[in-house]
């Protein structure tokens, strides 16, 4: 079992250009998440899947899309990076949707941009 | 809406001496608890949880957890730290219900002097 994978490991942007985050699980979990890791902050959810064919927006959304591809993916995009952007992003998933089903993460992307 | 704090930064500590990080949440309810260790360059793995019963919980790598309903606390505890402790350390409170995902405090960074 690989758990949650995640490409790229690193990623430099320039102001305005576009790119997607990857994120596959091996587990079956039905939930999936993007969190952000900035500096004092913790994570903070950028979006959520709780099931497949279901998204919803977490607490950080704005400059952000997802797509649940299927079960096992679910990918974030950027459409215009912005230099507020850079961060390191973790996928995670776990089975259920609920606060008490423990998330498994990702590796995690760091993502520049300049 | 739930929120952790987490007041310690950073914390130094030497090897082979006990450690306590702190941990106070805001949830309306009785919440679901959760400790996370981050080695530099990875994803979050999980420590211990606590969900109901016993408010003592044991968890991973000889750390513990207590729940203290009227403080509002979930510190976590090891009687001697190694220096492969070092490292960032997140807790994050769960509601139980749907739609409200993990919140994770601003985490503290344990470093251990040999």
């Known amino acids: 079992n690989a758990g949650v994978t995640q490409t790229p490991k690193f990623q430099v942007l320039k102001t305005g250009q576009s790119m997607t985050l990857q994120c596959a699980q091996d587990m079956n979990h039905n939930s999936m998440y993007w969190y952000r890791q900035d500096p004092g902050m913790g994570l903070r959810l950028i979006y959520y899947?709780?099931?497949?064919?279901?998204?919803d927006k977490g607490e950080v959304p704005n400059g952000y899309n997802v797509s649940r591809l299927n079960k096992r993916e679910f990918s974030l995009r950027l459409e215009s990076a912005a230099p507020s952007q850079t961060s390191v992003y973790f996928c995670a998933s776990s089975e259920g949707p609920f606060g008490r089903n423990e998330q498994f993460f990702g590796p995690g992307t760091r993502l520049t941009v300049l | 809406a739930q929120s952790v704090t987490q007041p310690d930064i950073h914390i130094t500590v030497s090897e082979g001496a006990s450690l306590e990080l702190r941990c106070n949440y805001s949830y309306g309810a009785t919440p679901y608890l959760f400790w996370y260790v981050q080695s530099p360059g990875q994803g979050l793995q999980l420590l211990l949880k606590y969900f109901s019963g016993d408010t003592l919980v044991q968890g991973i790598k000889g750390f513990e957890a207590e729940f203290k309903r009227s403080q509002s606390s979930f510190n976590l505890r090891k009687p001697s730290v190694h220096w492969s402790d070092a490292a960032e350390y997140f807790c994050?409170?769960?509601?139980?219900?749907?739609?409200?995902?993990?919140?994770f405090g601003g985490g503290t960074r344990l470093m251990v002097k040999p």
């Open positions: 994050a409170v769960g509601a139980n219900n749907a739609g409200n995902m993990l919140t």
């Open positions: 899947s709780a099931s497949e064919g279901t998204t």
